[in-house]
């Protein structure tokens, strides 16, 4: 009996035994597991081969990383607050019902016909979008960037989630250029005392903005001029700007104009593209603008005059009170989704976003001047710009005596159809998409964008790296950028 019960118990204590190894085992398998998923998201992970040698696990995130910084909400947020007093690039100011949706805008639900037969008619697809929301889109955007990092010591690159476009807004038709200035010298004073701008002097660290980059490098202190001089303050040409339009400074890169269409699925892109291949196009070719009579040199004026005396042509008066509703989405995609050709001449400066609103209907676009796409997106637009462009230089309007319907008309049809094809296909580069799942994801504007600043971050490493001087040539003027160089004459 005693035997039997030493037998139980010795069994017992075995059972415990197994019972405790087989549970400090699974703890271990789950702590080890659970650790190799926090190196994967955070830095690259080693794990050792059946000859204990160390192989290193390819990282997707490996020079892409990107630390947000968490700057005062007075840089950023507090515009989305007072959004009532922002312009919109109108005579009246209120961009709140743009802040709306991430900064996409108001669903546009009166589509009037114009997604029929796809299901582009969602609500989560097309947008009332106004330009200068770019900065929050790009924001919100980049809070669900694959491959952000919470520890700055491993950023490729310093997101600095300042409003810049917004911010100069509030003061552009303000004489004191002190409070012009003000915001942005605060910005500054703030991030170099922080550690992440010890690193490189803030030349890993960009920012984006929704206005043309000359809105923020006013050259002279002088209240006639235009703008503030943000980008000219010592610090901030340390660090890279991401503009709807670049400026002829080498730390300012261009990227599109967001337009209305935000896709969540690459899916709805393609039956987009389809129907733009398949679309009936009356007309041979389109300007939608307003003249220019204020400005010398302005091609604008000969260019409405030219459509306005062809039948071939569709003028859409853009001038306020004109009653063209040119800031409706629907009424513009109708127009250059039945157009051939787009004509784009510069106004207020060298871009529009008619580039990309065009594009997006499947027109090919017409340029007057190479700073109006060529020499500004090189991201997002082939080098070979016969491929998906017309180019019509104007060097000088009074010299100037093209007609640009026989221009066009010159172009075979098959010529064209190709054209069409080509962009088409570049769609998915000019759009920022609505991504609500990471299953049927595309590469968008954004993606683009945010490849393009990290090459560009990793060349100033690499100087750094060789021993040379980073800062040599980072924002110096390309005085030839706009120039009609042999490249596009």
Known sequence: MEKQTMLTRTCYYHHQLCFAFLFSFLFFTLLLCFHYSSSFNNAPTFLLNNNNQVNPITDFCTGRYVYIHEIPTSFNYYFLHNCNSLT??????????????????????????????????????????????LEVIFHNKMKKYECLTNDSSLANA?????????????????????????????????????DEWKKMWGMDHFLVSGRISW???????????WGSKFRFLPESMNMSMLAVEASSWKND????????????????????????????????????????????GSIRGIVIE???GSSACKFINCSYGSGEKCDDPVNVMKVFSNSVFCLQPPGDSYTRRSIFDSMLGGCVPV??????????????????????????????????????????????????????????????????????????????AFDLAVKGILERIEEVREAMRNGRDPSIGFADEDHYKYTFSDNHS
């Not at 005579?91 to 009037?112: A, K, R, S, V, W």
């Not at 809105?215 to 001029?225: A, I, M």
């Not at 389809?274 to 009356?282: A, D, G, V, Y």
Request: aromatic share 14%; glycine share 4%.
């Open 367 to 444: 340029f007057f001047h190479p700073g109006t796409a060529y020499s500004q997106y090189k991201w997002f637009l082939p080098n070979n710009r016969t491929k998906y462009s017309v180019y019509i230089p104007v060097k000088d309007v009074k010299e100037w005596n093209v007609n640009v319907e026989k221009v066009l008309i010159g172009i075979s049809q098959d010529e064209a159809v190709a054209m069409r094809e080509e962009v088409i296909k570049l769609i998915p580069n000019i759009i920022y998409a609505n991504h609500k799942s990471k299953i049927d994801k595309f590469e968008d």
């Open 306 to 308: 030219q459509c306005l």
């Open 158 to 194: 310093i997101f600095v989630p300042y409003y810049a476009g917004l911010d100069v807004s509030q003061f552009l038709w303000v004489s004191n250029i002190t409070i012009r200035d003000s915001s942005g010298k605060e910005l500054l004073q703030w991030l170099v005392k922080r």
């Open 215 to 225: 809105d923020l490098r006013r050259q002279f202190d002088n209240e006639s001029y």
């Open 88 to 133: 919109r690039g109108t005579d009246t100011p209120n961009m709140c019902p743009y802040m709306e949706n991430l900064g996409f805008g108001p669903n546009i639900h009166n589509i009037q016909g114009l997604f029929t037969n796809t299901s582009c008619t969602s609500t989560s697809t097309w947008y009332a979008t106004n330009q200068f929301s």
């Open 253 to 296: 890169y261009a990227i599109p104009y967001p337009t209305s269409f935000h896709p969540s699925s690459k899916t709805e892109v393609l039956q987009w593209q389809s129907k733009m291949r398949l679309q009936e196009r009356p007309y041979l070719f389109t300007f939608t603008g307003a003249p220019r009579p204020e400005l010398k």
